[in-house]
């Protein structure tokens, strides 16, 4: 899948939202405690205000619960984890400053986050110069683990504490086009939101599409925050298009595809992860009835794995939209745990005076089935699970209608 001022939040499991710092203080390092014991921070990036706030919302609740169990099941003997989350309100540059935050807390051993792409381009050297380990639950855009000509077949990792449980736009793209075409459509107009993660998704739409024999109606873009698209919606319906594929979130999305709908264009909108939220629906109302999404992974809800994590998360009254990235939150957070628990037990149960670096090293050496599906990391730090799933609304609720994974 994007700087004012800077907000710390903190999630309990009564799901209260309170503004405070949750851990240590910056000057501590991790294993100070008042009990005695160790306390590990796991740091949280994501939109929890304004833009993409119910995504990045439950991208805070995932790190949450997995900490609240690790805790309950000591499954780090000796240690307390914590969570401190930080509003990067989906600002690239608030990301790098929340970067910078969270670096200079010693008691900060892994970074959960963030939700945007353009975000983590922004976060990656905070994070490498320190080696801090960071793992998105929701970046999609190659280039971040595979470098800028990953699309040429060279790519080249830039940062090896960048990891992410999400699987990329490279398949996701592909996977969308490869269901368009077969379900008959053979004319798209395709919008983008310019920002790092819709752009790249909406580019290789295109160009799978085409190669699957479509063909492209018209090109358009849109700036994030746009609310009329009066004159958008007029060039899409004159196109002819019989699908119009947006790369962006549900913020614009859902309003492109009420207004277009208004007026008359009963196409469907079909977009990435970045719009499959219940926020979308509920934004645009009936005009989402009939569009569609891809996102990584199978529908948590179908999970047996992840029937205890849903069950806690809705209980507990903690806000956001859990179904998107909640579950690969929680296997990104684990991933961090496990890899603490894995340098502790080989320095004698304490924490190594390089314990950043020694927990990037573990994070890369991942192998554990998680509750969104099993968790290891290639050579790029990329996820080796990818499955991907297309969504469709009806009768006002997102419904699996396809999951696989892209075969060219």
């Known amino acids: 899948m994007r700087h004012r001022s800077l907000l710390v939040l903190s999630i309990a499991l009564t799901g209260a939202l309170t503004v405070t710092a949750c851990g240590s203080r910056g000057g501590d390092k991790a294993g100070d405690s008042s009990s005695g014991g160790t306390v590990v921070t796991i740091g949280v990036d994501a939109p929890l205000s304004g833009q993409n706030s119910a995504t990045g919302l439950g991208i805070q609740g995932g790190v949450q619960i997995a900490v609240d169990d690790a805790n309950k099941n000591h499954t780090v003997p000796g240690v307390t984890f914590k969570v401190k989350a930080l509003d990067d309100q989906a600002q690239p540059a608030t990301g790098q400053q929340n970067a910078t935050a969270l670096v200079s807390d010693n008691t900060v051993l892994g970074v959960v986050g963030p939700l945007n792409s353009g975000v983590a381009a922004s976060m990656q050297q905070v994070f490498a110069t320190a080696n801090l380990v960071e793992i998105s639950p929701s970046n999609t855009n190659p280039k971040l683990t595979q470098g800028p000509d990953w699309g040429t077949g060279k790519k080249v990792r830039?940062?090896?504490?960048?990891?992410?449980?999400?699987?990329?736009?490279?398949?996701?793209?592909?996977?969308?086009?490869?269901?368009?075409?077969?379900?008959?459509?053979?004319?798209?107009?395709?919008?983008?939101?310019?920002?790092?993660?819709?752009?790249?998704?909406?580019?290789?739409?295109?160009?799978?599409?085409?190669?699957?024999?479509?063909?492209?109606?018209?090109?358009?873009?849109?700036?994030?925050?746009?609310?009329?698209?009066?004159?958008?919606?007029?060039?899409?319906?004159?196109?002819?298009?019989?699908?119009?594929?947006?790369?962006?979130?549900?913020?614009?999305?859902?309003?492109?595809?009420?207004?277009?709908?208004?007026?008359?264009?009963?196409?469907?909108?079909?977009?990435?992860?970045?719009?499959?939220?219940?926020?979308?629906?509920?934004?645009?109302?009936?005009?989402?009835?009939?569009?569609?999404?891809?996102?990584?992974?199978?529908?948590?809800?179908?999970?047996?794995?992840?029937?205890?994590?849903?069950?806690?998360?809705?209980?507990?009254?903690?806000?956001?939209?859990?179904?998107?990235?909640?579950?690969?939150?929680?296997?990104?957070?684990?991933?961090?745990?496990?890899?603490?628990?894995?340098?502790?037990?080989?320095?004698?149960?304490?924490?190594?005076?390089?314990?950043?670096?020694?927990?990037?090293?573990?994070?890369?050496?991942?192998?554990?089935?998680?509750?969104?599906?099993?968790?290891?990391?290639?050579?790029?730090?990329?996820?080796?699970?990818?499955?991907?799933?297309?969504?469709?609304?009806?009768?006002?609720?997102?419904?699996?209608v396809k999951t696989g994974t892209y075969t060219s």
Do not use: C
Request: charged share 20%; net charge negative; hydrophobic share 35%.
């Open 158 to 400: 830039g940062f090896k504490t960048y990891f992410r449980t999400a699987t990329t736009d490279a398949l996701q793209g592909a996977f969308a086009a490869q269901y368009a075409s077969g379900i008959g459509k053979k004319k798209a107009f395709v919008v983008d939101d310019k920002q790092t993660y819709g752009a790249g998704l909406a580019a290789i739409f295109q160009d799978s599409f085409t190669k699957d024999g479509g063909t492209i109606a018209g090109t358009d873009h849109v700036s994030t925050g746009d609310k009329d698209f009066s004159t958008l919606v007029t060039k899409i319906k004159d196109s002819g298009a019989d699908l119009l594929y947006y790369g962006g979130q549900y913020d614009e999305s859902s309003l492109l595809t009420k207004q277009l709908k208004a007026a008359g264009a009963n196409i469907p909108l079909f977009g990435g992860d970045g719009m499959f939220s219940d926020t979308y629906i509920s934004t645009a109302g009936s005009g989402s009835e009939g569009d569609l999404a891809t996102s990584v992974g199978v529908p948590i809800d179908t999970l047996d794995s992840a029937k205890d994590f849903i069950a806690k998360y809705k209980a507990s009254g903690l806000k956001g939209d859990y179904g998107t990235y909640g579950g690969y939150s929680y296997d990104a957070a684990t991933a961090i745990i496990k890899a603490v628990g894995s340098v502790m037990s080989a320095n004698g149960g304490k924490l190594p005076t390089d314990a950043r670096s020694k927990i990037v090293d573990a994070v890369q050496k991942s192998d554990f089935d998680g509750i969104a599906g099993h968790v290891s990391f290639d050579e790029y730090g990329d996820t080796n699970n990818k499955q991907l799933t297309v969504y469709q609304v009806k009768d006002g609720k997102w419904a699996s």
